[in-house]
């Protein structure tokens, strides 16, 4: 569970997200959806608290602010828009940073039960037969299903995530997409920053959505992306087919 | 222990071993073994015990505290030239401890030395650090390390203009070179504290630094806190590098060469790295120690020198190898 009250991010003196409040429980899917710039992952930033901000964030019922860099940490992970990694590890020892609240060593010198946790995370992102290659010779969608098994390895029961389908071929959006639903199923509560709106609607029963630092809507997908929003915020409307085009404004 | 680091300790052992047998006074290899053992001519064992055996322990203290600093800041800037001699951190020690000789602070007490070295090493660490901080890349702050040297170079000659009772320029070169030739058990003493204190603090940032390679942000999120990792290595390479500095002078690469071999044994692991890169550099360092006392120059060989002579072209060639990967 997750909820933000009055949330509000600055940066270099911009409002970048204002006034945000929401609210998610145990189990809840939702997607964060909005045009570029909208402060999407500002707001993401700031639930995972590594940018500063005014306003409240609790966390499974927990004011965020009295909690240690640690305590949050296994509270909450986030899968970051871009995800550097410096040095060439291997793909376990990447994954299993994951895991690095709990347990703070690389995979070989970690106890079974969190090996056992990278290995089904990595299972569960399709990347099980990446393990032991080092991380840079790796391709884009293959990294970024490295990454995913990083974020799933993690105990935490708040999970988010953005842009997670970025540099994905449309089958591994699809098994990601499912992998996400099974983890909300299984107890977990997932925020996900999605540019697909289609894929948002097929696989979220929950989507807010921004426009310029605010949160504009918020509620089940036919409701939330209503013909108005769609025009509104993104620009766009639904054609004879169902199919999304530009809207003439 | 991994089977590397055990490897590596196995091969300084041996050179301990050596370095008791190989110097300029000729001492036949069975009593300088015996000397080893405590046994045999006084004489022979003063060689071995006094003379030798400090020098060789001095060399390999060095050579691993300058091998972890360059690890730890490796991990720390994410940078694999980034070492205490590269960054100008220990020309700012060598300025520290310059200071503190030639303005007779050293007199007073002998731990001057080393508390001035370490407190110019935490200088320039606490700059390239609050450059780093700032968005500086790895060129930028290559750059600052060659600024800090220059001018740590101008400040120590100015301070040599500027010293009550100045010493020769020799004094000056010697500490710009570098070397561990006469160094006694006090010396060692003295460095003693910086480097168990210094490797302590580098150690308690390792699982950290593993956590950095994906950028500050995501380690935050991890549950590493950035602000205590930078903190620890600073804190850490300063002791390392002042306490070497203190002891030897200046004395470049090692610490870029000996991370940059172990690198693809630890799997490319920042935490994993720091041990083994430590022992290397120490090997390297003894072993180039005993290279010069062997070497057949009239004039013993700067250790100094001689790192530089091996560790600057190993540098130029991991900097274009570098240069080619992100070109």
């Known amino acids: 569970m997750i909820s933000a009250e009055h949330l509000t991010v600055t940066l270099n003196g911009q409002e970048v997200a204002r006034d945000v409040s929401f609210w998610l429980n145990d189990g809840e899917m939702a997607a964060l959806v909005g045009p570029n710039g909208a402060g999407k992952s500002s707001v993401l930033k700031a639930l995972a608290g590594v940018t500063p901000s005014a306003g409240e964030v609790r966390i499974g019922g927990y004011p965020a602010d009295k909690l240690t860099v640690r305590e949050r940490a296994r509270h909450l992970a986030w899968l970051p828009q871009t995800r550097p990694v410096a040095w060439n590890l291997v793909v376990e020892d990447v994954v299993a940073l994951g895991r690095f609240a709990q347990a703070p060593a690389p995979f070989d010198r970690m106890g079974q039960a969190d090996r056992a946790a990278v290995c089904e995370a990595l299972d569960k992102a399709d990347a099980a037969h990446l393990s032991g290659r080092p991380f840079q010779a790796l391709s884009g969608g293959e990294q970024a299903r490295v990454h995913l098994a990083r974020l799933l390895a993690s105990p935490a029961p708040v999970l988010l995530l953005d842009e997670p389908c970025a540099a994905l071929d449309v089958a591994h959006q699809l098994d990601l997409m499912r992998a996400l639903a099974a983890e909300a199923a299984a107890g977990r509560t997932l925020l996900i920053v999605l540019h697909d709106l289609e894929l948002a609607a097929r696989f979220c029963p929950r989507i807010l959505v921004m426009q310029a630092g605010a949160l504009v809507a918020d509620g089940a997908p036919e409701a939330a992306l209503s013909a108005g929003t769609l025009a509104d915020v993104f620009g766009v409307r639904k054609n004879a087919d169902g199919r999304l085009e530009r809207a003439n404004r | ?327």
């Open chain 2, 1 to 327: 222990m991994s089977r590397l680091t055990l490897g590596l300790a196995l091969v300084a052992a041996v050179l301990f071993a050596l370095s008791a047998i190989v110097g300029t006074a000729a001492v036949p290899v069975s009593d300088a073994l015996a000397a080893l053992a405590g046994q045999g001519d006084e004489r022979v064992q003063a060689i071995v015990w006094e003379l030798r055996l400090p020098r060789a322990v001095a060399a390999f203290a060095v050579g691993a505290a300058l091998g972890l600093a360059g690890a730890a800041l490796q991990g720390l800037l994410q940078n694999p030239l980034a070492e205490p001699g590269v960054l100008g951190v220990s020309a700012f020690s060598a300025l520290g401890a310059v200071v503190a000789i030639f303005f007779g602070f050293a007199a007073v007490n002998s731990f001057a030395v080393p508390v001035a070295a370490i407190l110019g090493a935490s200088v320039a660490t606490l700059l390239l650090v609050f450059a780093a901080i700032r968005g500086a890349g790895s060129v930028t702050l290559l750059l600052i390390g060659i600024g800090l040297s220059s001018f740590a170079g101008a400040l120590m000659s100015l301070a040599l203009n500027m010293a009550p009772n100045p010493y020769s320029l020799a004094d000056l070169v010697n500490w710009m070179m570098g070397s561990v030739a006469n160094r006694s058990w006090a010396d060692i003493l003295l460095g003693a504290p910086g480097w168990v204190i210094g490797a302590a603090l580098v150690f308690l940032a390792g699982p950290g630094l593993r956590a950095l390679s994906f950028g500050d942000e995501t380690a935050r999120s991890l549950g590493a806190d950035p602000a205590r990792i930078r903190l620890l290595v600073i804190g850490g390479t300063s002791l390392l590098a002042g306490a070497s500095v203190a002891t030897a002078g200046t004395i470049g690469f090692v610490g870029i060469v000996a991370p940059h071999v172990i690198r693809p044994f630890v799997r490319h692991d920042p935490q994993r790295l720091l041990i083994p890169s430590a022992l290397l550099a120490g090997i390297i360092l003894m072993a180039a120690d005993i290279a010069i006392r062997v070497l057949p120059f009239q004039q013993e060989l700067k250790l100094g020198v001689a790192a530089a002579l091996v560790g600057g072209p190993v540098f130029i060639w991991i900097a274009a190898r570098l240069g080619r990967a992100s070109a």
